[in-house]
């Protein structure tokens, strides 16, 4: 298994994407439980919105599988996206996804 960061960055459509949020959530979830995504969650800055999204999977295109299924993808609301292996070490500790 190798861990991927992958980064989005959104444009000005936020109203659609808390329309698809629960949709986003449920995917990373399922992913999470699984062991696949070991972290998530939006930049805390306004200076451009996006994400970073950690996952731990077998492969590239694992990887761009996944991305490709993630609702927000699927509606068009990640304009930029970007996929890189990350051979990070160390740990984090574990938090909940939001409600």
């Known amino acids: 298994m190798s861990l991927y960061a992958v980064h989005y960055t959104y444009d ?3 109203d659609d994407r808390a329309a698809r949020r629960p949709e986003h959530l449920a ?3 399922a992913l999470a439980a699984s062991g696949r995504c070991p972290a998530i969650g939006r930049y805390g800055d306004a200076l451009q ?3 970073l999204i950690v996952l731990d999977v077998d492969s590239l295109d694992e990887a761009e599988q ?3 299924n993630d ?3 699927l509606a068009g ?3 930029e996206r970007s996929i ?3 051979p990070a070490f160390g740990a984090w500790p574990a938090r909940d ?3």
Do not use: K, Q
Request: charged share 20%; glycine share 4%; net charge positive.
């Open 12 to 14: 000005e459509r936020a």
């Open 27 to 29: 995917h990373f979830r």
């Open 49 to 51: 919105p996006g994400a």
């Open 66 to 68: 996944i991305v490709a």
């Open 71 to 73: 609702p927000y993808v």
């Open 77 to 79: 609301l990640v304009p």
């Open 84 to 86: 890189r292996e990350w």
């Open 97 to 99: 996804f939001p409600a």
